[in-house]
């Protein structure tokens, strides 16, 4: 589904849903101003086209013991489809990369890795250069959360109403 295929009603129940994904559905319906059928209809349609991709319960890294985020950049020897593929499929299966971003610029990949602890950290560090074609890590430890948001900035109605208008 594309996003000129959403409609207003489409993108308030993506804004509610990414605020509060365990809302009822009657609350939903409210919130949206349509009845429960077809609300219920249009959130198993935007999850059949993968707008919507899954729910989660987001954590606390603090209270479950891993307090030390730390962004790494990694630059590999050579940057070549088997090298990317390695690194890619290594970082892929570890548990504390929480993201990992192919990028442009001195790095090829920028790492966001939480631990429990710096001795972790320092295990972790030393698997990494382990992996085929790791040529640099640099590493940048978090002092202070200053922004976290897992909502996306929808453009919402705005859009729906600039495609609505095209159609005609």
């Known amino acids: 589904m594309r996003p000129s295929e959403l409609d207003s009603i489409d993108w308030k129940i993506l804004t509610v849903l990414q605020q509060d994904a365990r809302v009822a559905n ?37 209270a479950v013991g891993l307090g030390v985020s730390v962004f790494v950049q990694v630059r590999l020897e050579k940057q070549v489809e088997a090298a990317l593929n390695t690194f890619e499929g290594a970082v892929a299966v570890r548990p504390e990369v929480m993201e990992c971003y192919l990028m442009t610029g001195t790095s090829d990949y920028l790492l966001r890795v939480v631990v429990a602890d710096l001795p972790e950290f320092q295990r972790f560090v030393t698997d990494l250069t382990k992996i085929p074609g790791v040529g640099n890590i640099q590493s940048s430890f978090a002092l202070k959360q200053v922004k976290y948001k897992t909502a996306l900035p929808l453009p919402g109605l705005e859009l729906s109403r600039r495609t609505q208008r095209s159609r005609k």
Not at 26 to 55: M, Q
């Open 26 to 62: 009657v609350d939903l319906c409210e919130k949206v101003n349509l009845s429960p059928s077809p609300c219920l209809a249009r959130v198993k349609a935007l999850e059949k086209t993968g707008v919507i991709n899954r729910y989660v319960a987001l954590l606390d890294p603090g």
